[in-house]
Nanobody, 114 residues
Framework: QVQLVESGGGLVQPGGSLRLSCTAS????????MSWYRQAPGKEREWVAV????????NYTPSVKGRFTISRDNAKNTVYLQMNSLKPEDTAVYYC???????WGQGTQVTVSS
């Protein structure tokens, strides 16, 4: 079955950086477009970034463009989210998802606070 395991979250000060990882199994990762989403307290889950199967194309929600970078390593079945210049409004639980599947992982908590 499809499994997604997110990691790398934590507490960071404003302006800091974190790198999230999502390791996938149960499907052909190298053929899948992958996305990151996030859900802040009291808010709906929102899409953050997407990367195509080869990694050639990426896209971002406007609020993170220029600060976040999505990448992938198909040999490791892993997608990454490098987050720089973090802001308090980036605080959320971050999830990855494979296009065409409804499964979610447990998420990883990112807290940006001084």
């Amino acid at each position: 079955q499809v499994q997604l395991v997110e990691s790398g979250g934590g507490l960071v000060q404003p302006g800091g950086s974190l790198r999230l990882s999502c390791t996938a199994s149960g499907f052909t990762f190298s053929a899948a477009t992958m996305s990151w989403y996030r859900q802040a307290p009291g808010k709906e889950r929102e899409w953050v970034a997407v990367i195509t199967s080869t990694g050639r194309n990426t896209n971002y929600t406007p609020s993170v463009k220029g600060r976040f970078t999505i990448s992938r390593d198909n040999a490791k079945n892993t997608v990454y989210l490098q987050m720089n210049s973090l802001k308090p409004e980036d605080t959320a639980v971050y999830y990855c998802r494979a296009q065409g599947y409804t499964n979610w992982g447990q998420g990883t908590q990112v807290t940006v606070s001084s």
